[in-house]
């Protein structure tokens, strides 16, 4: 038996909620991060609440229309859907091989097939939150070049905390998914499952990926912060050239007083 297994990544969230209502397919499951849905031809469909969705034996046509309702239920689509394909595949009686195309298991079940769509689920939204570090760094690195030529920042108030704002939001936004990261429970108890979920992480590099982007952040956070630090300086600076000014002001019209009156 062969699954073939498409994720995508396609916005920052989804509200499951609705979405439960608007999709008429067979539910299987639901909880409150995830839906897992049978279809009419013995495919499956699982959706996640961080903006990602699974399909196996789903045709090309009918993944377009669920995503285009997707995205209706979703919040901040992306401008570019991010995929991975992969293959599930049973061969009774061997043991568990995972490969770049394709993992191997010696019995099918359907926790077999919820932990694989996981792991897929997994793999695009770290590639959407790698692109957003990378993104992010290649913005730092911009003022950093400034810094380097022109030996100050040039760059309004307001677009400096539009960026620490912008920072700190997708900073959030993954902290708050760390969750997912995390090995799931169902694993615990299952050896096959326990095998293919740390086949499939290994395969894709999650946890090396998932370091990479707190490495990134980091990186990120220690430049925000030195230009948070210019940035105040130079408007303290410039505060105190105001208030120098206005005290010039106020002796320059005391004297003339004095002189003319």
Known sequence: MNYRLTAFCFAESTDLKSFKVAFTAKLESSSGTELLYLTSHRGWICV????TVVFANVSEAEQSSILELLRKHSINPLSQLLREDYLLTTKGGGATRCTEQAIVIPRFSLPALRIAMLT????VALDNYSQIADNLLAEVRKYANEMEQRGKLKISRTNMRKFIGRTLNVKNRIVENLYLFDQPDIVWDDPLLRKI??????????????????YTFRIIDDNVSMFN????????SRLEWIIIILIAIEVVNMFLSKIFY
């Open 229 to 236: 630090d210019l940035f105040m300086h130079r408007e303290s």
């Open 197 to 214: 979920y740390d086949s499939m992480t290994a395969n894709f590099d999650l946890r090396t990926r998932f370091k990479e982007i707190e």
């Open 48 to 51: 996640y609440n961080h903006g």
């Open 120 to 123: 897929m689920a997994h793999t």
